[in-house]
């Protein structure tokens, strides 16, 4: 099994920034592609960043240019930098990896693995 533990949201102004990070831990082979997803109270969960083993990135057409995805592939930990943060940005923002694991019985598994996800709020 894989767990992913997500820290640093909280409460910023406008303008300000935030670093989310998200670290993936368990019986882990390999973690692939690593991307952060956000939902606002009231609307479906979106797809915010993402960021494969070799360095890709994509974004979101709302965050490009002010949220930069990276990874750390030696501590399995991916990470959100937010800048000129608005009052849109106030969700609970989730990460997810696609990883494999092996269990106790040598047998590899392929799965996606979601955090439990950490609140950022925007607000002046």
């Known amino acids: 099994q894989v767990q992913l533990v997500e820290s640093g949201g909280g409460l910023v102004q406008p303008g300000g920034s935030l670093r989310l990070s998200c670290a993936a831990s368990?019986?882990?082979?390999?973690?692939?592609?690593m991307a952060w997803y956000r939902q606002a109270p009231g609307k479906q969960r979106e797809s915010v960043a993402s960021i494969t083993r070799g360095g890709s990135t994509n974004y979101a057409d709302s965050v490009s240019g002010r949220f930069t995805i990276s990874r750390d592939n030696a501590k399995n930990t991916v990470y959100l930098q937010m800048n000129s943060l608005k009052v849109e940005d106030t969700a609970v923002y989730y990460c997810n990896a696609g990883a494999v694991s092996v269990d106790g019985s040598r047998r590899f598994a392929a799965g996606s693995y979601w955090g439990q996800g950490t609140q950022v709020t925007v607000s002046s």
């Open positions: 368990g019986s882990i082979v390999s973690v692939n592609t």
